[in-house]
């Protein structure tokens, strides 16, 4: 199954959103930012991403550094929790936020589905302040791909990970590392 048809129900949505004037074109970013980000990311959504950015010959060692940097700046590897579960959740910025004029430079059909599921939900939205995470649309997407749960235990499996969900650049981190 391709990356894209997952994302399907967030991606349709974002489209009505967009077609009502509910969408993210005058807004600054902060839910890209250290502001309101803590998008975390499932072994499968991490090997989505990772496999754009080696297809687009992106995957490279000054993304790396960057992630890296990202990283120990945000002290995203310092986890309290158990990689199943995290009790805290640290904001960060999102090193493929490209600032308000560019946006995200990972496109929709690989973007997290954290990303895809957090819109605005007021007219012209310029400061982000009606925007939130649509956990009921996510939850349904979850049930329409409910094998996900089996993909990403054999990822985990396979690739010995130790982790169910990890902020983004820590994950392509760790999913390189293991042999993703």
Not at 17 to 23: F, R, S, V, Y
Not at 128 to 154: P, T
Request: aromatic content about 8%; overall charge negative.
């Amino acid at each position: 199954m391709q990356p894209a048809d997952r994302r399907l129900p967030l991606l349709h949505e974002m489209q009505r959103l967009a077609d009502e004037g509910k969408h993210c074109a005058a807004c600054p970013g902060h839910c890209c930012t250290a502001v309101a980000n803590s998008m975390q990311t499932t072994p499968l959504e991490t090997q989505d991403v990772l496999q754009y950015l080696r297809e687009t010959g992106r995957w490279t060692e000054e993304l790396k550094i960057e992630l890296q940097a990202t990283v120990q700046k945000f002290r995203l590897d310092q986890i309290p929790g158990n990689g199943k579960r995290s009790y805290l959740r640290r904001t960060y910025d999102c090193p493929f936020f490209a600032g308000k004029n560019h946006g995200c430079t990972i496109p929709r059909e690989v973007k997290p589905y954290g990303c895809l599921g957090f819109n605005p939900t007021d007219i012209n939205e310029s400061e982000g302040k009606s925007c939130g995470s649509d956990q009921n649309l996510l939850a349904r997407r979850e049930e329409v791909w409910a094998e996900e749960l089996s993909e990403n235990k054999s990822l985990r499996e396979k690739h010995k990970l130790w982790w169910e969900k990890l902020p983004l650049p820590l994950a392509l981190l760790e999913a390189e590392q293991a042999g993703f």
